[in-house]
């Protein structure tokens, strides 16, 4: 499984490509920042963002996308801005079919390091841990990124983890019998 992670913001959006393989080690591909000047106006921002999304969906071909979900718990210029990136890479991602997942900042935080609570620095060096890199990845867009393709890429295991059991659990035609009301 690859996964693309973005760390979306208008000014400076966190990319980080992630590969995951049956008995390996997860594997950093790409990791990297997309910058659009703040004095720009919003269009030629998002435009940049789109752009800088589609050239890395062409080049590393992910399998799907995480993005990080928006927190109104900053102020509200911020989560627009963080809003109006967000919805450029899941447009980008929606053009070629790949499904987009979200995942807050605590989500990604308790996956990477075991606390909700986590600043920067330890997200930081979690994500250097798990990727095996000699030097933490800069700046935290780019870390933040990889934390979220990592996060997803764990997520997606449990979950089909926890879909095997129920399909072992409860058979389809078992579950179809238990609807027509001839198992009891």
């Known amino acids: 499984m690859r996964v693309l992670g973005v760390d979306p913001g208008l000014t ?27 004095d720009a106006d919003i269009g030629h921002r998002l435009l940049l963002i789109e752009r800088g999304i589609e050239r890395w969906l062409d080049e590393y071909r992910p399998g799907a996308v995480a993005v990080e979900r928006v927190s109104s718990r900053y102020n509200v210029r911020t989560v627009m801005g963080t809003a109006q990136a967000s919805a450029v890479a899941i447009l980008c991602a929606a053009r070629r079919g790949l499904p987009v997942a979200w995942h807050t900042s605590s989500e ?12 920067k620095a330890q997200v930081g060096a979690m994500v250097t841990r798990l990727l095996q890199l000699d030097v933490p ?12 393709a990592i996060c997803h890429i764990w997520r997606a295991q449990a979950l089909n983890r926890l879909q095997q ?3 072992t659990a409860c058979p389809a035609p078992a579950l179809a019998r238990l609807r027509k009301g001839t198992i009891r």
């Open 12 to 38: 400076r959006c966190g990319l980080g490509v992630v590969d995951d393989a049956p008995g390996r080690p997860l594997t950093v591909t790409a990791a990297g920042v997309l910058c659009a000047p703040a």
């Open 108 to 119: 990604v935080k308790v996956a990477v390091t075991g606390s909700a609570g986590a600043g």
């Open 137 to 148: 990845p800069e700046p935290a867009d780019t870390a933040d990124a990889l934390a979220l």
């Open 165 to 167: 059991a129920h399909a």
